[in-house]
């Protein structure tokens, strides 16, 4: 059957309450890495791609951007020292409703399911492991893909049409304000879940496509995305 529908799902705050652990692991690393102290405090992470965030951190500690081999040195000893930050993780730390309905969605012939979330690809696999949750995702956009958000949104956009065809209905799932506005700049449709570091009224003022205040009512969220994409 031709799939009809792509759901893109952010992952920190929308499926796993996991962004510590990347926090953790980024300060770890960029002590080690750089051998100085770390200059993540105040620096925002929600809604970044991880790129993103060590530019900013470079430009306020060094004054200056990291060079590619920087980067890559810095990335290459992060995804050795997540896995060990994420276990630490309580065990509640996957956000209720989303197991069943990824579940629910992978189930449907006409549907696809993708990632489209600012971690790098491989930060992104080590997050979802410990709950199993990788298995649902073959594809998606990352922030290994491009630094600014609304270009990652567009790789995500771009892998579900290859897989699913020109004129499959895409709809991005996040929990912050920059997850919707890199869906608006791909002219897709947004829903936002109020399970992130981001204020529901807030959320809900941008007056995204859908709002859900979590997924523990797993079935309506799932039957109002269908609506929404029909």
Known sequence: ??????????????LVNSGSAGRWAFEQVWEEVFLRPHPFTGIPFTGGTDIEIIQAAAVRDMGVKLE???????????????????????????????????????????????LCTGNIEAGARAK????????????????????????????????????????IRVIVIGDSIRDLEAARANGVK?????????????????KPDLFFDSFADWETVLIKLIEELQ
């Open 1 to 14: 059957m031709k799939k009809r529908y792509a759901f893109l799902f952010d992952l920190d705050s929308t």
């Open 68 to 114: 590619q081999e920087q980067i890559e040195r810095f990335f290459s000893r992060y995804v050795e020292v997540l896995p060990s930050k994420v276990a630490l993780l309580p065990d509640n730390s996957l956000l209720p409703g989303v197991m069943q309905l990824l579940q629910a969605i992978s189930s449907r012939d006409d549907s696809l399911l993708g």
């Open 128 to 167: 979802l492991a410990p709950f199993g949750l990788n298995r649902f995702f073959e594809f998606g956009g990352y922030g290994s893909d491009a630094v600014a958000r609304e270009e990652m949104t567009a790789h995500a956009i771009r892998r579900a049409r290859e897989r699913g065809g020109d004129d």
């Open 190 to 206: 947004v829903a936002l879940v109020g399970t992130g570091k981001t204020n529901a009224d807030i959320l809900k003022a941008l």
